[in-house]
């Protein structure tokens, strides 16, 4: 007899959609400098939870185009601009946060990089239940990260590192934006 494989079925009740108040919040535990970020991952959070309402071709797609510019800029920053300078006070890279929130971006590159393939291949008269799922776990996948970020790591960040080191990221992050609009 053969075996069921495992399907995997995702617990969604703890999701929690974005609100204004709670974010307001989180903005006054977060140092100015690292400002941009917590408000990127607002406006994303807020898309994740359309993402979540099901399958919607113009939505997907706005999502999937919105996802590839944050793991272009946003994820990069984080690790280039924000890791980088944490690794002055954490030197320790194989285990701890530098290692997991590397690891979690990578995880989140790897399922978008599905994602697009399922949505590149896909007929809008008739979605296949994998797209769906899959753009399911994506949404819950980046709501998890952001979660995590503002709730736990942005705030400590902020404590953690130094005025000039925040000022620093901060004035990278503007550098690169505005060569880019430039
Ligand atoms: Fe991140
Ligand atoms: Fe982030």
Redesign the pocket.
């Known amino acids: 007899m053969a075996r069921p494989s495992y399907q995997p079925k995702l617990d969604l009740t703890d999701w929690k959609k974005t609100n204004t108040q709670e974010f307001e919040k989180i903005r006054s535990i977060v140092a100015p400098e690292l400002h941009s970020f917590i408000e990127e991952h607002a406006a994303l959070s807020q898309l994740m939870d359309q993402v979540r309402e099901g399958y919607h071709t113009e939505l997907y797609h706005k999502a999937l185009d919105t996802i590839a510019h944050e793991l272009e800029h946003?994820?990069l920053y984080?690790e280039k601009y924000i890791l980088s300078r944490l690794a002055n006070h954490i030197t320790e890279t194989e285990v701890g946060p530098i290692a997991k929130?590397k690891n979690?971006?990578n995880i989140i590159r790897k399922h978008y990089q599905e994602a697009m393939v399922l949505f590149q291949n896909h007929d809008p008269e008739n979605p296949s239940q994998e797209l769906v799922q899959k753009m399911g776990l994506l949404a819950y996948l980046l709501k998890k990260?952001i979660e995590k970020?503002d709730h736990y790591l942005f705030p400590l960040f902020s404590v953690i590192l130094t005025q000039e080191e925040k000022a620093a990221i901060a004035h990278d992050v503007h550098l690169h934006t505005s060569t880019r609009k430039g």
Request: charged share 40%.
């Open positions: 946003h994820f984080e929130l979690e971006h990260h970020e």
